[in-house]
Nanobody, 130 residues
Framework: QVQLVESGGGLVQAGGSLRLSCAAS????????MGWFRQAPGNEREFVGG????????YYADSVKGRFTISRDNAKNTVYLQMNSLKPEDTAVYYC???????????????????????WGQGTQVTVSS
């Protein structure tokens, strides 16, 4: 059974930083691309970014490009989302997800499509105060 557990969320002032972690189990984690999504109250869930299975490719939504960085540590079965220069509009529940297909390189369009993923974490709340 695949499990994804996010952590690291919290309350931070605008301009601050947080690092989210997503710990994975139940699968050969290193063989799969991973994605981060977020959902703000009243909004649809949206793609934040992702990382390829080998860690060599990263993908970012325009809204976070230059501020957020995704990385992975396959030895720890963990993917990270480093968030800097946070803004109140970054307030949301953040989710990590794992793609369906093993050792597959995806286009940006595929990575931002929720149908590409088949397992999701429970989410962690990030609140950015102004």
């Amino acid at each position: 059974q695949v499990q994804l557990v996010e952590s690291g969320g919290g309350l931070v002032q605008a301009g601050g930083s947080l690092r989210l972690s997503c710990a994975a189990s139940g699968r050969t984690f290193s063989d799969y691309a991973m994605g981060w999504f977020r959902q703000a109250p009243g909004n649809e869930r949206e793609f934040v970014g992702g990382i390829g299975w080998n860690g060599g490719t990263t993908y970012y939504a325009d809204s976070v490009k230059g501020r957020f960085t995704i990385s992975r540590d396959n030895a720890k079965n963990t993917v990270y989302l480093q968030m800097n220069s946070l803004k109140p509009e970054d307030t949301a529940v953040y989710y990590c997800a794992v793609v369906q297909s093993v050792r597959t390189m995806y286009s940006y369009g595929s990575m931002r499509n929720e149908d590409t993923y088949n397992f999701w974490g429970q989410g962690t709340q990030v609140t950015v105060s102004s």
